[in-house]
Nanobody, 124 residues
Framework: EVQLVESGGGLVQPGGSLRLSCAAS?????MGWFRQAPGKGREGVAT????????QYADSVKGRFTISRDVTQNTIKLQMNNLKPEDTAMYSCAASFGSCYDKSKLLSADFDYWGHGTQVTVSD
């Protein structure tokens, strides 16, 4: 059982930045960030491969969000810049023993483990 713990959420004004972190209790292969806004379905935000060399992004965040990975610490981060009100959601970290060199896991959310999430609110 791999445990995932997210941190870094909060309230930020439009145009601001936040950085989310996710710590895993063991090493895995693909890791990613997903979000779910009230009344909406879960949306894949970004994924990253085990070595941190290949990333995938949702079109809605491309150019504003950056996912990164520290393989020595079993952590991933999500740097979110130029935040918009529509980015408001519960953000969850996910981990899989499968790979993610393409967008299939981003779209399917086919992950083995999930964190409890951290709330991000973008508002004046």
């Amino acid at each position: 059982e791999v445990q995932l713990v997210e941190s870094g959420g909060g309230l930020v004004q439009p145009g601001g930045s936040l950085r989310l972190s996710c710590a895993a209790s063991a090493s895995t292969n693909c890791m990613g960030w997903f979000r779910q806004a009230p009344g909406k379905g879960r949306e894949g935000v970004a994924t990253i491969t085990s070595g941190g060399t290949t990333t995938q992004y949702a079109d809605s965040v491309k150019g504003r969000f950056t996912i990164s990975r520290d393989v020595t610490q079993n952590t991933i981060k999500l740097q979110m810049n130029n935040l918009k009100p529509e980015d408001t959601a519960m953000y969850s970290c996910a981990a899989s023993f499968g790979s993610c060199y393409d967008k299939s896991k981003l779209l399917s959310a086919d992950f083995d483990y999930w964190g409890h999430g951290t709330q991000v609110t973008v508002s004046d």
